[in-house]
């Protein structure tokens, strides 16, 4: 990032013993790349890098890697992406996912009848992932069944980058080899025991594919352990993040709490699951849905990844060479000072509202340069569950519970990188917190 940011390169080229690797900088570029996706494709690091994060066998990894980007009518890949777009996309089955994520979080918030002190990553990692997954996958699913498992699948999430190596991860991450293969065990009896009418729309239709396809109980289990790193590892810590920026802003939690009350989103988890505009949060709470964005244009810090098929010439100026990798770095573009202003470094909740370019001198973000959940045909489908979903409880946690931090003072702690696989890395450092319930649940003060 330091190189790009003293040269102003809009691509620049490293050369590894492996080959080329073309790093793009510049949104004009990165939009190119997503206009020749047919060259320069996502899917193929499905096929290069998912066995290793999963540990599925040959079969399956023939069945996965076959006709990845449909170049000879359908595969594997693209019709399961397909199934999780629809269900994904906003509507009933969205809707319906997000109030059962919600309705699920009253057990959690019921613990607390009298003040108390938590760490906050360490329950909302736990709160997140047991409301999530039963949302998506039922009351029969794996860490409803023991909730050990949330554990389990953070010591996964720690030891990606050796899994992906692929470096005897056995010895070198013994944790998280043996949570894969517990979690994969699991997930196997769910789907050898699945009953479709208890889970996610989403789920139902990622099951029907992998029937469909002949992948069997054990494999589907396996496959399923990857698809919580999209569930899980990018929500649990920009959650995290934006209760830390609300929180610490007198100003703007008393601000996004007037705007839950005007909206309607106040009360307990059922109150705001009721609310007939669910799906329309994000543009009936301008404020919340700004500084979730901002929160991710300051905390998504990975890289997108992509494999050149063929060469291509992009803009007329830069040949790219087949069997070569693009990346496309998330903090160099959102730390740019030509897309984002003077003030790039700077937190500011209200960046996204349509309103405040005025206030800003008339100075408006280039959003092309806005890349948390990728861009192009391999954007992130789960984009808009993890928008409605981080609203969401945002909005219930505002209106039930005062949080003060134990020492006296807030602060937003660094992020350490643990995953390639990942684009919101969690905090180097937990937070401690006295959780103590509001008087007068949905009053705005």
Known sequence: MTSSAKCKLPIYTLNMLSGKVYI?????????????????????????????????????SRIVQHNLNGENGPGYVIDVHDRIVISLAPGKDLEQTTKAMLLQTSTYFEAFTTDAEVNLFEWTRYTVTMCSTRALYGPENPFNRNPKFVDSFWH??????????????????????????????????????YSPG???????????ENTRYSITPLNQGRLEVGTLIGVLANTIPSIFYTLMHIYSDPILISDIRDELE??????????????????AMPESCPLLHSTWQEVLRVH????GARYI??????????????????????????????AWGDHVKDFQPRRFLKQNSASRGGFKPNLSAYRPFGGGVSMCPGRHFATLQTMALAACILSR??????????N??????????????????DVRVRIATRKGLGASK
């Open 300 to 303: 998504a810090l990975g890289s």
């Open 24 to 60: 793009v900088t510049s949104p004009d570029l990165v939009n190119a790349v997503n206009r020749n996706s047919k060259k320069i494709a996502f899917n193929p690091f499905i096929a290069m890098l998912g066995k290793r994060i999963t540990g599925h066998d040959e079969d399956t």
């Open 262 to 279: 005007t909206s309607g989103f106040v009360g307990t988890p059922e109150d705001i699951s009721q609310n007939p505009g669910l799906l």
């Open 412 to 429: 937003i702690p660094r992020q350490k990188q643990e995953s390639l696989a990942t684009n919101v890395f969690p905090p180097d450092k």
């Open 156 to 193: 996964f999430d720690h030891a990606l980058n050796i899994l992906i190596a692929n470096v005897l991860p056995r010895i070198f991450a013994p944790k998280g080899y043996c949570a894969r293969v517990e979690l994969a065990a699991a997930f196997q009896h769910y789907f050898e025991n």
């Open 309 to 338: 098929l063929e060469d291509v010439m992009l803009e007329d100026n830069f040949l790219l060479r087949k069997g070569m990798v693009v990346q496309m770095p998330m903090a160099v573009m959102h730390s740019d000072v030509a």
């Open 198 to 208: 208890q889970s996610a729309a989403m789920v139902q239709g990622r099951h029907f």
């Open 401 to 410: 519970f005062d949080l003060t931090p134990v020492d006296g003072q807030w």
